[in-house]
């Protein structure tokens, strides 16, 4: 059961939409099924002769008392309105439990406590089976405004307590945290238009998607003109600085033909221009990528910083805990864009449902995540997919975003939980369609069967208390052939087991040798290491690429993911 408050100006015209027909006729008996005096309160929707302004001039009879004593001005957003809607695939509630619902969310909220006979006026009108739409008029009848401090959370918390009552869907608790949904009038006029999100969704998206590749705040504004979006910035009086900021959508007016403007805090709580500056300092040198030779760096790099942020969700520090997630939040942009393939479909989805688990109401520290912030903001810049190395991020991903969802769950993060757990699925199905090709062409190039008996010695010694498991793994025969490219590179196989399986997981692995495989994929070459150290002591340090304008590889990337609008 979803409540939805908000204020207004504009009795009538909220009494017309509520007795109308609706945008689409979906409008069905618009009816009263409560009220402050059901005698006194005329209803439209059943007495064509009680019309809208009768309706109106009986709710506002203690604001136009209200307006005559402040000299002819009226209070302002006077109109207090909550829809409430059970969840898909709710029962049906009957008119009298509506009447019900609605005077305990009046009572929880302030507007209309029990037995208060100076209370509000209001009226619960149900116009469709699964809602109703609670409308007041904030004015007391002894003059005073209601108490309605944080009225939303308290409408939220009457709402789980009678989803258990009336034996509904329970839902999430929430804590202020999450972005705004976007409103009816939003989502029809998307569907006019033929879109499958609405314009405040797709800002949203575009917004976070462009704060996670750029690394100052004036490359943020240019990316997302370089886009399509306008782009609107309020400024100080007195120092001239940005103190806000709003965005608009191609081809996004209203009936006069303006652009329709949402702030960054309006988007979500973390796109306000104060949340953004704590990520993105407005400096021309800070955070550059550095545009190494080497194309293995951003996802070594990344890789590392993850396994650092998995670590700190098991510490008690949940300030920093909370910077990494909202670090994760970002990488997994960065990783959906820099990753081709059929599985971008599923990465997408997956930053996209995280970004409700990167937000709480515990504060970031966001300092200490800085390594995972710009180790993924190397990936924006990284010209091509080193192989394997992608499919090893993608899989430590795969295991951050169940460690974010064990973390939220434990600190009674309900909807933060599910955000997170839903990502884990999205990266779940994205990684096993990346790697499975993978994984079949290190099986097939397998080494010789006396190489494979030496690893399995080294194994047996380096890991006794896992090895049978390891070994019965189907993935162990891809594992030989990532062991032996390993060796290769420098590594001692026996040492990099017994270094890569202390850390953690192999207990509750279902596939022990598949984790070992992309621990042992991410381990840095052990002579291109050596060949970069005595290059920088020769003092010939290897040339860097070309660097180029922030905004044309991010905008490039973020293009494709622009042009349904």
Known sequence: MVPDVSTGSDSRGLIAYLFGPGRRDEHTNPHIVAAWDMNGAPDPGRDPAATYSQLAKRLDHHVDLRTRELGGKKPPQHVWHCPVRTAPGDRYLTDTEWAEVARRVLHATGIAPDGDEKACRWIAVRHADDHIHIMATTVRADGRRPRTHQDGRRAQVECRRIEAEYGLRRLKSGDLTAPRTPTGAERAKAERQGQTVTARQWLRERAYAVAAAVHTEADY???????????????????????????????????????????????????????????????????????????????DHTITAMQTAHTTLDSDDDATAQAHLAAFGDALYNIASATPGPHRTELRAAASAFNRARRSATRADHDAATALRQAA??????????????????????????????????????????????????????????????????????????????????????????????????????????????????????????????????????????????????????????????????????MPATPRHPATPVATRLEERSRHR
Do not use: C, M
Request: proline share 7%.
């Open 221 to 299: 504004f240019t990316v997302l003109q370089s886009l399509g979006i306008k782009v609107k910035t309020r400024l100080g009086p007195e120092t001239g600085d940005v103190i806000g900021y709003s965005l608009a959508a191609p081809g996004d007016t209203n009936a006069a033909g303006e652009p329709v403007w949402y702030g960054g805090s309006k988007l979500a709580p973390d796109l306000s221009i104060n949340r953004l500056r704590e990520r993105l300092p407005d400096q021309e040198t800070a955070g550059r990528p550095r545009f190494t030779a080497d194309p293995a760096e951003p996802w």
């Open 377 to 542: 903001k190397e990936l924006a810049y990284a010209s091509n997919e080193p192989g394997g190395l992608a499919i090893a991020l993608l899989f430590a991903a795969v295991h951050l975003a169940r460690a974010a969802a064990k973390w939220h769950e434990q600190r009674g993060h309900e909807q933060q939980a599910a955000a997170a757990d839903e990502a884990f699925h999205h990266l779940q199905a994205g990684y096993e369609q990346a790697a499975a090709p993978v994984l079949a062409d290190l099986t097939r190039r397998a080494p010789r069967a006396d190489t494979a008996r030496r690893f399995e010695q080294d194994l047996r010694a380096a890991l006794p208390d896992h090895a049978d498991r390891i070994l019965a793994d189907p993935t162990w025969t891809a594992l030989t052939t990532t062991l032996a490219h390993a060796e290769t590179a420098g590594h001692n196989p026996r040492r990099l087991l017994a270094e890569v399986g202390t850390q953690g997981e192999l207990d509750s692995a279902e596939h022990p040798a598949e984790v070992l495989n992309w621990r042992i994929t991410a381990q840095p070459n052990r002579r291109t290491q050596a060949a970069r150290s005595r290059s920088t002591t020769s003092g010939t340090p290897a």
